[in-house]
């Protein structure tokens, strides 16, 4: 069809998405952590699409006149429009745009000098859901996921001066991943940082390292993926480990074991060493912790010890900036959990920034990371599993390095049907295969009838996640002893979830619901039930450490708030049942 601008073309294209997810990013990870990269942050030039007109239109074509050169009427005006700040929600930005769901386009110029480089890449940390790039008026492609990163090569499309164009669209559809209903608020934006990458013809595309598993901790394990070269060989160094290795590479692959006995990383002391692998022109630096986590019948072991995960779970928001959080906020939150005695984070329910792992791994944390398989997915949707199950490949492939994620989790509190079963069971194999060094764990739903452990997915997992709201949801607290009695899981248990709600400061008696008081009566019956578990639970982490935004929650104290914290929002206020946790968690500590 001839280009005719901004008119005709797009008033009657009613499947205009399909050409733009025809081309999808994906599997597009690079190993940048410790790379020096070009900040593309900063205020962007944005407009409200509500009707998707730039993808149906082709606003990034930037056609203004016709072949005579006569102007065409245009819909948009990139550089005039209102700017916004990158990274950030658009929800905490704008009052106009807090409930906003829909799509943003977001524009920016940049100016491009060849250093020497051969390739530049483009990295977007994060933008929820969906991501449709251009640079320079052509599509780059179309990134699925609102929480993990995806690079795209630019080598070919740079000039002297640019033009980079997202459509974020952060509508909740059936398809997605997670759904279109959730217990936590959407946010949408570009929500972590925006870099440019300049790379050899051949770098390093995807580095790990590790411990070798069983190898008495004595011995290390080192891959490599290169990109832009079939052979040749990288160095390996860890000089603090007198370790200077050649990794041979064929087929743009390597792998090499050897012996070390680096002083092991673990919540008390989280030993980090300077990792190097260089190929060619290319080097990375990582500071990277080596641990061993395992399972031996009911129990978890760090470095071949038992270990009760004393957990919390997390969403990731903070009031001001939503899911953009900052470093500062994420260290306060690790503060605020070792203070509570914590050793143990579930990052709930979708993969939070990379800094949360980096910081993890620096001041000694372990985490549970997960990917948003949350509740009713459309399990029988192949499009679906592709969407998921890449997300759960960037989330592995971005956080591989870092010592203080121990649990990868394919999902949270799913229905048990033949085809979750089939889709989550894949999904667990997938994680096992990509990933046979950390334990694989979903948080899952109890039998409600026979008050058992029944839920098949169990049998696909390392460690069971098991969320339960007796004393809340399920009044009967009773019910929770016959649950550990009537269970015999053969495999470490994790309660995944407890809690109850209550609004910071709201004093009443035991019973009274939302109270501080009733909260702290439910954790301390939660406890007393822990204390005379069986030996198969191995942790517990309470939902949540803090309030956050929720739609579903309307009631006159609730206001829009999940009040199952156990901070206010701000983190400023702790209530009654933080102590407890912090009492029960400090005894076990030390035991
Ligand atoms: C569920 C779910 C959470 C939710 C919580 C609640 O278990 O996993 O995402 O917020 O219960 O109802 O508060």
Same mark, same amino acid.
């Given at each position: 069809?001839?280009?005719?601008?901004?008119? *005709?073309?797009? &008033?009657?294209?009613?499947?205009?998405?399909?050409?733009?997810?025809?081309?999808?990013?994906?599997?597009?990870?690079?190993?940048?952590?410790?790379?020096?990269?070009?900040?593309?942050?900063?205020?962007?030039?944005?407009?409200?699409? *509500?009707?998707?007109?730039?993808?149906?239109?082709?606003?990034?074509?930037?056609?203004?006149?016709?072949?005579?050169?006569?102007?065409?009427?245009?819909?948009?005006?990139?550089?005039?429009?209102?700017?916004?700040?990158? @990274?950030?929600?658009?929800?905490?930005?704008?009052?106009?745009?807090?409930?906003?769901? %829909?799509?943003?386009?977001?524009?920016?110029?940049?100016? =491009?000098?060849?250093?020497?480089? +051969?390739?530049?890449?483009?990295?977007?940390?994060?933008? $929820?859901?969906?991501?449709?790039?251009? !640079?320079?008026?052509?599509?780059?492609?179309?990134?699925?996921?609102?929480?993990? @990163?995806?690079?795209?090569?630019?080598?070919?499309?740079?000039?002297?001066?640019?033009?980079?164009?997202?459509?974020?669209?952060?509508?909740?559809?059936?398809? $997605?991943?997670?759904?279109?209903?959730?217990?936590? #608020?959407?946010?949408?934006?570009?929500?972590?940082?925006?870099?440019?990458?300049?790379?050899?013809?051949?770098?390093?595309?995807?580095?790990?390292?590790?411990?070798?598993?069983?190898?008495?901790?004595?011995?290390?394990?080192?891959?490599?993926?290169?990109? %832009?070269?079939?052979?040749?060989?990288?160095?390996?160094?860890?000089?603090?480990?007198? !370790?200077?290795?050649?990794?041979?590479?064929?087929?743009?692959?390597?792998?090499?074991?050897?012996?070390?006995? @680096?002083?092991?990383?673990?919540?008390?002391?989280?030993?980090?060493?300077? !990792?190097?692998?260089?190929?060619?022109?290319?080097?990375?630096?990582?500071?990277?912790?080596?641990?061993?986590?395992?399972?031996?019948?009911?129990?978890?072991?760090?470095?071949?010890?038992?270990?009760?995960?004393?957990?919390?779970?997390?969403?990731?928001?903070?009031?001001? $900036? %939503?899911?953009?959080?900052?470093?500062?906020?994420?260290?306060?939150?690790?503060?605020?959990?070792?203070?509570?005695?914590?050793?143990?984070?579930?990052?709930?329910?979708?993969?939070?920034?990379?800094?949360?792992?980096?910081?993890?791994?620096?001041?000694?944390?372990?985490?549970?990371?997960?990917? @948003?398989?949350?509740?009713?997915?459309?399990?029988?949707?192949?499009?679906?599993?592709?969407?998921?199950?890449?997300?759960?490949?960037?989330?592995?492939?971005?956080?591989?390095?870092?010592?203080?994620?121990?649990?990868?989790?394919?999902?949270?509190? $799913?229905?048990?049907?033949?085809?979750?079963?089939?889709?989550?069971?894949?999904?667990?194999?997938?994680?096992?295969?990509?990933?046979?060094?950390?334990?694989?764990?979903?948080?899952?739903?109890?039998?409600?009838?026979?008050?058992?452990?029944?839920?098949?997915?169990?049998?696909? !997992?390392?460690?069971?996640?098991?969320?339960?709201?007796?004393?809340?949801?399920?009044?009967? #607290?009773?019910?929770?002893?016959?649950?550990?009695?009537?269970?015999?899981?053969?495999?470490?248990? &994790?309660?995944?979830?407890?809690?109850?709600?209550?609004?910071?400061?709201?004093?009443?008696?035991? +019973?009274?619901?939302?109270?501080?008081?009733?909260?702290?009566?439910?954790?301390?019956?939660?406890?007393?039930?822990?204390?005379?578990?069986?030996?198969?639970?191995?942790?517990?982490?309470?939902?949540?450490?803090?309030?956050?935004?929720?739609?579903?929650?309307?009631?006159?104290?609730?206001?829009?708030?999940?009040?199952? %914290?156990?901070?206010?929002?701000?983190?400023?206020?702790?209530?009654?049942?933080? =102590?407890?946790?912090?009492?029960?968690?400090?005894?076990?500590?030390?035991?």
């Amino acid at each position: 069809m001839e280009k005719t601008g901004n008119f *005709q073309e797009g &008033i009657h294209l009613v499947e205009y998405e399909k050409k733009y997810r025809a081309k999808l990013i994906q599997n597009s990870g690079i190993s940048d952590y410790g790379r020096e990269k070009e900040s593309l942050d900063g205020f962007w030039n944005y407009a409200i699409d *509500q009707y998707d007109t730039c993808l149906r239109q082709k606003w990034f074509e930037e056609i203004y006149e016709n072949e005579n050169g006569l102007e065409y009427p245009m819909d948009f005006s990139f550089d005039t429009w209102e700017r916004m700040r990158v @990274p950030s929600c658009w929800n905490t930005q704008k009052e106009l745009l807090h409930l906003y769901e %829909g799509t943003i386009v977001y524009t920016r110029r940049f100016k =491009y000098k060849n250093h020497g480089e +051969d390739r530049v890449f483009i990295k977007i940390g994060a933008a $929820n859901y969906q991501s449709v790039v251009f !640079v320079n008026k052509q599509h780059m492609g179309t990134h699925l996921g609102g929480d993990t @990163p995806f690079f795209i090569e630019v080598t070919d499309v740079l000039q002297k001066d640019n033009r980079i164009i997202i459509a974020v669209n952060n509508t909740r559809r059936r398809t $997605n991943v997670p759904c279109e209903n959730t217990d936590w #608020f959407n946010y949408g934006g570009i929500h972590r940082s925006v870099e440019i990458l300049r790379l050899p013809k051949a770098f390093i595309q995807d580095f790990k390292i590790n411990l070798q598993r069983g190898s008495d901790f004595k011995k290390i394990d080192a891959a490599v993926c290169i990109n %832009g070269s079939e052979s040749g060989t990288a160095k390996l160094s860890i000089p603090q480990l007198g !370790v200077n290795a050649e990794i041979p590479i064929t087929g743009g692959k390597g792998r090499i074991t050897i012996d070390a006995a @680096p002083r092991l990383w673990d919540v008390e002391n989280p030993t980090l060493y300077d !990792v190097h692998i260089a190929f060619e022109n290319d080097s990375i630096t990582e500071k990277i912790g080596f641990r061993e986590i395992t399972v031996n019948g009911e129990d978890i072991l760090l470095n071949g010890k038992k270990i009760f995960l004393r957990g919390i779970c997390t969403h990731e928001e903070s009031v001001e $900036n %939503g899911r953009a959080v900052t470093e500062e906020e994420i260290r306060t939150n690790y503060r605020l959990a070792k203070e509570m005695n914590c050793n143990f984070m579930r990052l709930a329910h979708y993969p939070h920034t990379e800094k949360a792992a980096q910081i993890a791994d620096e001041i000694g944390m372990l985490l549970w990371e997960e990917i @948003p398989v949350y509740w009713a997915i459309e399990f029988d949707n192949p499009a679906t599993y592709a969407d998921a199950e890449n997300q759960l490949q960037e989330l592995i492939h971005r956080d591989y390095n870092r010592a203080s994620v121990i649990i990868w989790s394919v999902g949270n509190e $799913n229905e048990d049907t033949n085809s979750r079963l089939t889709f989550m069971s894949k999904l667990a194999k997938t994680a096992k295969t990509t990933d046979p060094s950390r334990l694989i764990s979903a948080a899952c739903l109890y039998d409600l009838h026979q008050y058992k452990i029944l839920d098949r997915l169990c049998a696909h !997992v390392d460690v069971i996640g098991i969320n339960e709201y007796f004393g809340w949801y399920n009044p009967d #607290f009773s019910q929770l002893l016959r649950l550990f009695e009537n269970s015999n899981p053969n495999k470490p248990v &994790i309660i995944s979830e407890f809690g109850a709600c209550a609004m910071p400061h709201m004093r009443g008696t035991k +019973d009274e619901l939302f109270t501080e008081d009733k909260q702290l009566h439910v954790f301390q019956q939660q406890i007393e039930a822990f204390k005379a578990a069986p030996p198969y639970l191995s942790g517990v982490s309470p939902w949540i450490f803090f309030d956050f935004r929720c739609p579903r929650r309307t009631n006159v104290l609730q206001g829009y708030y999940n009040r199952k %914290g156990l901070l206010s929002p701000d983190k400023k206020h702790k209530k009654l049942a933080f =102590y407890a946790m912090q009492e029960f968690y400090g005894d076990l500590n030390n035991q």
